[in-house]
């Protein structure tokens, strides 16, 4: 599968963005999909991971409450909706496939997006 992501920009602190992953292929609906993120100088790290079906979630503690993932298997498409962004979430945000279950860590994934920068103001 082939991952497209989009969406990122720049927005002042306690806005919000919605990054896109757009799928190429027939399976998309049958991996797990994930979004990550990688600020500069720092180790990518895990945000949210949704099921193939859209039913079951897992996010990290710093985004609960604040960011929501869900899909479109119709569209192929998986959604990062981002609320009361903080300057600290600017990162470059990658969406990534994976064939495991809910996963955080970023080995399991076995494809990726080429990333959107998201720059959050103060």
């Known amino acids: 599968v082939q991952l497209q992501a989009s969406g990122g920009g720049l927005v002042q602190a306690g806005g919000s963005l919605r990054l896109s992953c757009a799928a190429s292929?027939?399976?998309?609906?049958?991996?797990?999909m994930g979004w990550f993120r990688q600020a500069p100088g720092k180790e990518r790290e895990f945000v949210a991971a949704?099921?193939?079906?859209?039913?079951?979630?897992y996010y990290a503690d710093f985004v609960k409450g604040r960011f929501t993932i869900s899909r479109d298997n119709a569209k192929n498409t998986v959604y990062l909706q981002m609320n009361s962004l903080k300057p600290e979430d600017t990162a470059v945000y990658y969406c990534?496939?994976?064939?495991?279950?809910?996963?955080?860590?970023?080995?399991?994934?076995?494809?990726w997006g080429q990333g959107t920068l998201v720059t959050v103001s103060s």
């Open positions: 990534a496939a994976t064939n495991y279950g809910l996963e955080s860590s970023a080995s399991l994934y076995a494809y």
């Open positions: 292929g027939r399976t998309f609906s049958t991996y797990n």
């Open positions: 949704i099921n193939w079906s859209g039913y079951s979630t």
